[in-house]
Nanobody
């Protein structure tokens, strides 16, 4: 079992930056691959980024490549999403997810989800 709590969301202007954090409970965090997803009002959930257990393999949605960076600190049981050059279309609730497999963008394969944190980018 792993419990996930996201933080770091907020309101930012276009072009600004935010860093999201996802803190995980449990002593086996380092054995889980992690992912970030987002869901805008009226839209389906979409994949943002993923990272394997070691941090050596990452995957990004085309829409965020070059602007977002996923990273993790296994000593702190935390995964991060650094978001730069934010756009209004990045506005969404951002969720982190965990699974022992490297599921990348397959949201249906993640077994654990956080409650989400709101990111709003004003134009």
């Amino acid at each position: 079992q792993v419990q996930l709590v996201e933080s770091g969301g907020g309101l930012v202007q276009t072009g600004g930056s935010l860093r999201l954090s996802c803190a995980a409970s449990g002593r086996t965090f380092s054995s889980y691959s992690m992912g970030w997803f987002r869901q805008a009002p009226g839209e389906d959930r979409e994949f943002v980024a993923a990272i394997d257990w070691s941090g050596s393999t990452t995957s990004y949605a085309d829409s965020v490549k070059g602007r977002f960076t996923i990273s993790r600190d296994n000593a702190k049981n935390t995964v991060y999403l650094q978001m730069n050059s934010l756009k209004p279309e990045d506005t969404a609730v951002y969720y982190c997810a965990a699974d022992r497999r490297f599921a990348a963008g397959r949201g249906d394969l993640y077994g654990y989800w956080g409650q989400g944190t709101q990111v709003t980018v004003s134009s």
